[in-house]
């Protein structure tokens, strides 16, 4: 089946919180559901109307955002943080899954021993209209330098530059992602994010966080951010 070019581009590249915007703080929000085997451990309210619940399940963490009290998508990862899925809901819903045995997308203890991680690794997508489309991964994490304080919580800012080049056709999907560390638990975030197609112009999202909530605090497992939703 043929589409346009733009709407096929457009599928393709939502896989992320979409446009952000400034203003006051949300009045009210649903909790966010957590599953059986799995425990809340962070809300991070961010920019842009987005608010991230991270679960550590048994098969790894979990990390639930959404944008403007709906789940836009969630990011799964092994016990040790490897990048391992990228589900997205609503009208882009599809999920962007590593082929096990084929690489390593972030490799948390390589990062932070070293400052930098080479990402390999073969990805097949799926959606209610494409079906084991397959991509192949190659990119660099790096350390910044720089460090961001949320709610007293120190972390370390890595920059994660992805293309994923589909197989047996001239396309690439860019994503610059910022990877945050914590230092003092284990826990990683993700930030700013940009994504273009065919190394062309990116389309940037201002998505840091700004506050952190844990188990019993007002915030924890919001599903509607403080920040942006004006």
Known sequence: MTQP????????????????????PALASDAVPV???????????????????????????????YRRGSLNNTLHYSA????????????????????????????????????????????VMNSNIIRGQEYVLTGDTTATGETLTVSGEEFDVYLADRAFARKEAAQVLNFTTEIL??????????????????????EAFDLRPQRIYGPGEPGFLATTSEFGCG
């Open 5 to 24: 070019k733009q709407r096929v581009i457009c599928k393709l590249i939502a896989m992320a919180a979409v446009l952000s915007a400034s203003g006051m």
């Open 35 to 65: 599953p059986a085997r799995c425990a809340a451990v962070a809300t991070a309210h961010k920019n842009g109307c987005v608010a991230t619940t991270i679960l550590q399940c048994e098969s790894g963490w979990r990390a639930l955002s």
């Open 80 to 123: 040790k943080w490897d990048f391992m899925k990228w589900e997205t809901e609503g009208a882009g819903e599809m999920d962007f899954a590593i082929v096990p045995g084929t690489g390593s997308a972030l490799n948390l203890a390589e990062l932070v021993e070293t400052g930098a991680h080479t990402a390999s690794g073969d990805f």
């Open 181 to 202: 560390v914590s230092k003092s638990r284990d826990l990683v975030l993700e930030g700013n994010f940009s994504r273009a197609v065919n190394y062309g112009p990116d």
